[in-house]
């Protein structure tokens, strides 16, 4: 499955923002999806997951509350909603997809990756 994201831009603290994974592929339905976020001189850390009949989540204890992770099959997408953005959410976000297993929050899980998508949280 090849994976693109969309969404990241430039925002203030406070704000909202909705990134977009999109699949290619007839299989996408059967795969796990994973977001990710590296932030410059930082580890990639697992942010939010979704299984793939989307009835299954993770959020990561650093945006829960914050972040909200689902998907629509039909239109092969997955979506990391963002809220109460702060400074610190500023990264390259990146989805993550794994066929036929359940979701985790650990990178070494996925095997296909997206391009990253920047966002910046600053005044």
């Known amino acids: 499955v090849q994976l693109q994201a969309f969404g990241g831009g430039l925002v203030q603290p406070g704000d909202s923002l909705r990134l977009l994974c999109v699949g290619a592929?007839?299989?996408?339905?059967?795969?796990?999806i994973g977001w990710f976020r590296q932030a410059p001189g930082k580890e990639r850390e697992g942010v939010a997951c979704i299984n793939n009949g989307g009835d299954v989540t993770y959020v990561a204890d650093s945006v829960k509350g914050r972040f909200t992770i689902s998907r629509d099959n039909a239109k092969k997408s997955v979506y990391l909603e963002m809220k109460s953005l702060r400074p610190e959410d500023t990264a390259v976000y990146y989805c993550a997809a794994q066929p036929d297993s359940p979701c985790s929050l650990h990178r070494n899980w996925y095997d296909y990756w997206g391009q990253g998508t920047l966002v910046t949280v600053s005044s």
């Open positions: 592929g007839s299989t996408f339905d059967y795969h796990a």
